[in-house]
Each structure stands twice: as structure tokens, then as C-alpha cells.
């Protein structure tokens, strides 16, 4: 791990809760340029575990225990869009009132009884048993990507398999035809820099997200025309049905819509990323899995507790609450930190190290409760088969920056590239 950010003590912490505030770090943090969050949120979950951030204007948890009661409390609410649209200046709120709107048709952004009755909608799709029937096509899909990577004049994991993997899955759940994804990446960088930050920045965010919506809105609807004229076994067309028998709203079919293509891409295009780097930077982890593969499902629980790929939920308290002797108020919002509750000492002996045989490991990266991630059982297999497919394919294959970069965003932790030297079997060297 990186030696302590400016600002910091030589022990890694900071002397006190203002010498943490003024810290170049902690503006980093709040700006989602922080590469190495963990010595800040280490500092704060031993020293202010309940912390109100001025420049965030939220309060942040970081003990497990604080977390998980979070998830679990009614008392802290997901439909918090306001407080979002709040911090925009009136002009640029008008403007994007549609976005608002939108977004708080997304599942992450409902409390029951709506959030039960649209969860219920999307159940039957993201179940376990469908991730084990498209195995065979992830692995598919999988090599694809790959003999494209090792083409390419300057190979990389991430915007060559970590990213298009994902998509390409869930377009094929939802019914999109390929040719019409590709757009999807600028829509998925845009909605999710908007969902992804709190505070300051969605004054520059804003716009672009409320941009690519309006792309969205048209594309999906698109697609559920298409859907009305041919119908089809995917999960537009679900929706669509259910729209037609009166179960559903049409605000409501596009923000599950968007969402299901946010949520199955985003989440799994970071725990790829991570996995990749993270067992190619670790000869012994590598080869650890090479001697026996029955290891990759507990690596990737670890790389998941390590790197959550969604690092924070937030949520809005809905009355009045005490809480490690601060007192937080109605409308507040608070952001459940994910990433650091999964390396509390309290919870994880040793947090900081990545083991294949730690016991009992439940981790928070799906979330916890009713809101638990159902792409949960997905994201395991494509990662799973991912990272296997790499190192069987490719078992030569380094990476040529041993400390990649982070994406810039307060909650998705992905890196954006990966550039490698790769070797294919009976082939030259490509770098």
C-alpha cells in the first residue's frame, strides 16, 4: 500500500479531524481523484466513524457494523434523487428536472413498497441458475474478446474484455442487438458519473448525463416498439408485457431498463479490472490459481471485499437519528462506505491482505438486505471466467504499468486501462 498522502502523519494517520479536512487527500477523495482511499478511511473509521464532510455536505460511515445497520435500517432511505438535484444550480436543475425524475425509477433509488413491487420484475432474470445456463456463452463471449486483445497493436484487459464483456452480457439479457451497444459506453460514462458523485461536481455532471438520458429514452423506446411488433424472449420484452397489463409504468420501464444496464455493467467492468490487475501484479496469487483453479471463486470473494466495485451507497435519513453520539437529521445524506467497512479490522482479521482461505467472508460489495445486488450470481461467473480465460489463454501475459490507474469517480473503482505483454501460444510477443 502507498506510504501516507500529504498532509499525513508518518504513521499514515492525521494528528486531527482538521489537519484530515485541509488535506490535499481528502480533496482528492471528495473529487474522486483519490487513488488509495483506504489511509484516509482507515483514519476515519478509527477516529471518526460518524464523519460529517463540509465539502461533501453527507455524513460518511466506515465500520462494518455501522454499515451494514445502514443497509438494513429503514430509517436511512434510497429515495434520495433530491438531494442530488438539490446542489444543482435552479437553471441547470430545470433543465435536468427529466434526469431526476428518471433516475429515481431506478431500483437502487426506491424504498418499498415500490422498491418490492419493481424488484419483483426483474427477480426472475438474475437468478443463479440463469448465471450457470450462460456459462458457456460468457466463455464464448470471453475468447471472442480475448483473440481481439491479442490483435490489437496495444493490448488492454480493460477496454478490450473488462468493459465490452459485461455490456455485451447484459445487452444480450435485456434484447439489445450489438451493433446498437456500442453506444453504450458514452451513456454508461455519462449516467454513471451523474449516479456515481455527490456534492460539487454534478454541477459539471449534470448536463452530460442529462444528455445521454435523453439517448437512452429514445433507444429504449425503440426497443419496446420493436418488441410490441416482434415479440421476443428477453427482459425488455418482459417489461414491455408488463407495462401492457397495467403492472408497470412507462417512466418505470425505462428506469429499469437503464438501470439493469447500468447495474450489469458497471459493478462487474470494475471487479474484472480489479481481479486483473491485482493477480497479475502477485506471482504467488497467480500462481496459486494455476495449481488449483477450485481457487478462482474464493479470489474473486476477496478481490471483491479488497476493491468493492461500487465503493459507497448512499442514502437519505428519513427522521431524526442518533448515531455514535452524533445526531443526524431528517434529509441528511449519508454514504454507507462500502469499501471501508470491508477492511475493518473489527470485522476482517488482517483487512488489508488478500487471502484465499479467509473464513466467513461477507464482504458488503453486493450490498446487504433488500437491496442486495440481484446481478450478484452473474457478476461472479463473468468474472470467474474472465480472469481464468486470461491466464489459461495467456499464462506469459504482465502487466506493463505495475500500478495502473483508477477511473476518476467517487463510487465506481475500476481502472480504465490495462495495457499488457502478451504472448499467444505459438505466437510473437504483442505489446
Not at 123 to 138: G, K, L
Not at 342 to 367: K, Q, Y
Not at 372 to 390: W, Y
Request: charged share 25%; hydrophobic share 40%.
Amino acid at each position: 500500500m502507498p506510504g501516507p498522502q500529504q498532509g499525513a502523519t508518518a504513521s499514515g494517520g492525521w494528528s486531527d479531524l482538521d489537519d484530515l479536512v485541509a488535506a490535499p487527500a481528502y480533496s482528492e477523495f471528495c473529487e474522486g481523484r483519490l487513488a488509495d482511499p483506504y489511509p484516509l478511511l482507515a483514519w476515519l473509521r478509527s477516529n471518526d466513524p460518524v464523519h460529517w464532510s463540509p465539502t461533501l455536505g453527507s455524513w460518511i460511515l466506515t465500520r462494518y457494523d455501522d454499515v451494514v445497520e445502514g443497509l438494513l435500517d429503514r430509517r436511512f432511505a434510497n429515495d434520495r434523487i433530491a438531494a442530488s438535484m438539490d446542489v444543482l444550480p435552479p437553471d441547470v436543475r430545470e433543465t435536468c428536472a427529466p434526469l431526476g425524475v428518471h433516475v429515481s425509477n431506478w431500483l437502487g433509488y426506491t424504498d418499498p413498497p415500490k422498491h418490492t413491487r419493481l424488484r419483483a420484475l426483474l427477480r426472475t432474470t438474475f437468478t443463479p441458475a440463469r448465471a450457470q445456463a450462460m456459462e458457456p456463452r460468457i466463455r464464448e463471449l470471453t475468447d471472442a474478446l480475448l483473440d481481439e486483445v491479442c490483435e490489437a497493436d496495444e493490448p488492454d484487459l480493460a477496454g478490450g474484455l473488462a468493459f465490452p464483456l459485461p455490456a455485451r452480457v447484459i445487452c444480450e439479457i435485456l434484447g439489445i442487438p450489438l451493433p446498437r451497444a456500442e453506444a453504450f459506453h458514452r451513456w454508461s460514462d455519462d449516467m454513471g458519473g451523474f449516479t456515481g458523485n455527490i456534492g460539487p461536481t454534478l454541477v459539471e455532471i449534470a448536463p452530460r448525463a442529462m444528455a445521454s438520458y435523453v439517448e437512452l429514452e429514445e433507444f429504449i423506446a425503440e426497443m419496446v416498439a420493436e418488441r410490441r411488433r416482434h415479440p421476443q424472449d428477453d427482459l425488455i420484452a418482459h417489461l414491455a408485457s408488463a407495462e401492457a397489463e397495467g403492472g408497470l409504468s412507462r417512466t418505470e420501464l425505462t428506469g429499469l431498463s437503464v438501470f439493469s444496464l447500468m447495474a450489469g455493467h458497471e459493478t462487474t467492468s470494475g471487479l474484472i479490472s480489479s481481479a486483473l490487475a491485482i493477480v497479475l501484479s502477485d506471482e504467488s496469487l497467480r500462481a496459486a490459481l494455476s495449481v488449483d483453479p477450485s481457487c478462482y471463486p474464493r479470489a474473486i470473494e476477496e478481490i471483491l471485499r479488497l476493491e468493492a466495485p461500487i465503493q459507497f451507497s448512499p442514502r437519505l435519513v428519513a427522521e431524526d437519528l442518533e448515531k455514535r453520539g452524533r445526531m443526524l437529521r431528517k434529509g441528511d445524506v449519508v454514504m454507507l462506505h462500502l469499501g471501508a467497512a470491508n477492511r475493518d479490522p473489527e470485522r476482517f482479521s488482517d483487512p488489508d491482505r488478500l487471502d484465499l482461505d479467509r473464513p466467513n467472508n461477507r464482504h458488503l460489495s453486493f450490498a446487504w438486505g433488500p437491496h442486495f445486488c440481484l446481478g450478484a450470481p452473474l457478476a461472479r461467473t463473468e468474472a470467474t471466467i474472465a480472469l481464468s480465460r486470461v491466464l489459461e489463454r495467456f499464462p506469459d501475459v504482465r502487466l506493463i504499468d505495475p500500478e495502473p490507474a483508477w477511473r476518476e469517480n467517487m463510487t465506481m473503482r475500476s481502472h480504465p486501462r490495462l495495457s499488457v505483454d502478451i504472448r499467444p501460444p505459438d505466437g510473437p510477443r504483442r505489446i
